[in-house]
Antibody, heavy 120, light 106 residues
Framework: EVQLEESGGGLVQPGGSLRLSCAAS????????MSWVRQAPGKGPEWVSG???????YYPDSVKGRFTISRDNSKNTLYLQMNSLRAGDTAIYYC??????????????WGQGTVVTVSS | DIQMTQSPSTLSASVGDRVTITCRAS??????LAWYQQKPGKAPKILIY???SLQSGVPSRFSGSGSGTEFTLTISSLQPDDFATYYC????????FGQGTKVEIK
């Protein structure tokens, strides 16, 4: 059974940094497409990073240059390093697997999320 | 960037009602569209993919249609477990979600 468990969220001041972790079980992170998705209070989800099995990374403009997605194969864990945080980054952060749905990748399994609050 | 717009934002309905939610893409996405259901405190769960394909295990009262820029999610007979928020999401070019439609009890 696929399981994803996020950790590392918390309260951080504007301009600060935080590293989120996503421990995976039931599958191998290295051979799968992985992503981070966030959801601000009362808003729809927003994709914030993607990591393909070949190591290619993808980011939307809203976080490019500030967020970095990575993985530790030995720990079967996905990470999201977040720098220069802003109030608008406040959200629940989910890690999610991507799998082919009809020929292109869509979000499949999700963790329970970790809360990030950016405030002074 | 592809923008997704859903309507309505909130929908009040009763058990047994037929419910339709509309989603519009800012440019053509062919049929690369998914529908997700989210309940409070939980992560989204995929219901429909490629605009009209039902995910395994999802009740057949859920159906999707559309292509290009206009899509619909229909629940043929609303059940108590269906009161939730629904999101459309394009996966033609990266991934973008709509703002959501909350289905509440009338």
């Amino acid at each position: 059974e696929v399981q994803l468990e996020e950790s590392g969220g918390g309260l951080v001041q504007p301009g600060g940094s935080l590293r989120l972790s996503c421990a995976a079980s039931g599958f191998t992170v290295r051979t799968n497409y992985m992503s981070w998705v966030r959801q601000a209070p009362g808003k729809g989800p927003e994709w914030v990073s993607g990591l393909y099995s070949d190591g290619t990374t993808y980011y939307p403009d809203s976080v490019k240059g500030r967020f970095t997605i990575s993985r530790d194969n030995s720990k079967n864990t996905l990470y999201l390093q977040m720098n220069s945080l802003r109030a608008g980054d406040t959200a629940i952060y989910y890690c999610a697997t991507l799998r082919s749905y009809g020929g292109k990748q869509a979000f499949d399994s999700w963790g329970q999320g970790t809360v990030v609050t950016v405030s002074s | 960037d592809i923008q997704m717009t859903q309507s309505p934002s909130t929908l009040s309905a009763s058990v047994g009602d037929r419910v339709t939610i509309t989603c519009r893409a800012s440019q053509s996405i062919s049929t690369w569209l998914a529908w997700y259901q989210q309940k409070p405190g939980k992560a989204p769960k995929i219901l429909i993919y490629k605009a009209s394909s039902l995910q395994s295990g999802v009740p057949s009262r859920f159906s999707g249609s559309g292509s290009g820029t206009e899509f619909t999610l229909t629940i043929s007979s609303l059940q108590p477990d269906d009161f939730a928020t629904y999101y459309c999401q394009q996966y033609n070019s990266y991934w973008t979600f709509g703002q959501g439609t909350k289905v509440e009890i009338k």
